[in-house]
């Protein structure tokens, strides 16, 4: 599996955020992953990349245990977080090359890879701008570029394509299906026609735990709209 998540919990304080919530991902789909606010995607997903650690239960990615095998497991993802963090007063092309660095890359491949993110983001009319200078669909874009950059096997993305137009969503959601081939990913969002156009399968959680993990095709035969499903299982 590339994605295995069995029992995982995590509690802040008192509150269990992610409550003994298990799925997985076979290699090369495309899951979205679906819950009102606060329901624990973006918990779940900071665990994946190591971001945090787990209450109780165990994560893998591409067979690594994201704790006991962290570095291994992170460097199989690529992961765009819900904020973006960014560093704002660098240059686009010196950020993907500063990141690179950070992923072990160097010379030549570093800077060839780079070029071909850049390519493949359309940054290039962007990338002798700073990235503070950006609109937010080119620094959503240059989050992208830098989680494809060291070619992961899975991608985790949260909430990419939240706050951007309805021409930026199309185009980051075009990038997501390009880059995404041949890998596997994890994307949350709230756009249900996303998850129509990109997933395969959809998992959906409600305070913390998993209400249904179905295919799309599945969902379908229900008769039902997927807004509706989710309407049905999380109000
Ligand atoms: N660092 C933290 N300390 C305490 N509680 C937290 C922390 N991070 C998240 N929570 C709480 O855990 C719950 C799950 O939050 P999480 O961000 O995982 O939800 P989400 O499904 O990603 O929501 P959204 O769709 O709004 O992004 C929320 O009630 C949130 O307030």
């Known amino acids: 599996m590339s994605i295995q998540v069995t029992n995982l919990t995590k509690v802040y304080g008192t509150q ?4 003994g919530i298990s799925f997985s ?9 679906l819950g009102p606010n606060g329901a624990g995607k973006s918990t779940t997903m900071k665990i994946l990349t190591g971001y945090l650690n787990s209450t109780s239960g165990t994560a893998t990615v591409a067979d690594f245990d994201v704790q006991q095998q962290a570095m291994p497991a992170r460097r199989a993802i690529g992961y765009l977080p819900e904020h973006n963090p960014l560093y704002l007063d660098m240059y686009v ?12 890359m160097r010379g030549s491949t570093l800077k060839s890879r780079v070029d071909e993110m850049i390519n493949l983001c359309g940054l290039e009319v962007e990338k002798r701008k700073k990235i503070g200078q950006l609109s937010k669909g080119y620094r959503q874009r240059v989050g992208l570029a830098q989680s494809f950059l060291h070619d992961p096997a899975v991608l985790i993305l949260d909430e990419p394509t939240t706050g951007l137009d309805p021409n930026q969503i199309q185009e980051i959601r075009e990038l997501i299906r390009t880059a995404g081939h041949n890998k596997t990913v994890l994307f949350s969002t709230h756009i249900m026609q996303e998850v129509e156009a990109l997933c395969d399968r959809v998992i959906i959680i409600n305070k913390g735990r998993v209400v249904s993990d179905s295919s799309l095709e599945e969902l379908r035969q229900t008769g039902k709209s997927l807004e509706e499903t989710f309407r049905n299982l999380t109000v």
């Open 16 to 19: 269990r955020a992610v409550d």
């Open 25 to 33: 991902l076979k290699p090369g789909e495309i899951v979205g992953f």
């Open 93 to 104: 092309r010196e950020f993907l090359l500063f990141s690179g660095k950070l992923y072990g």
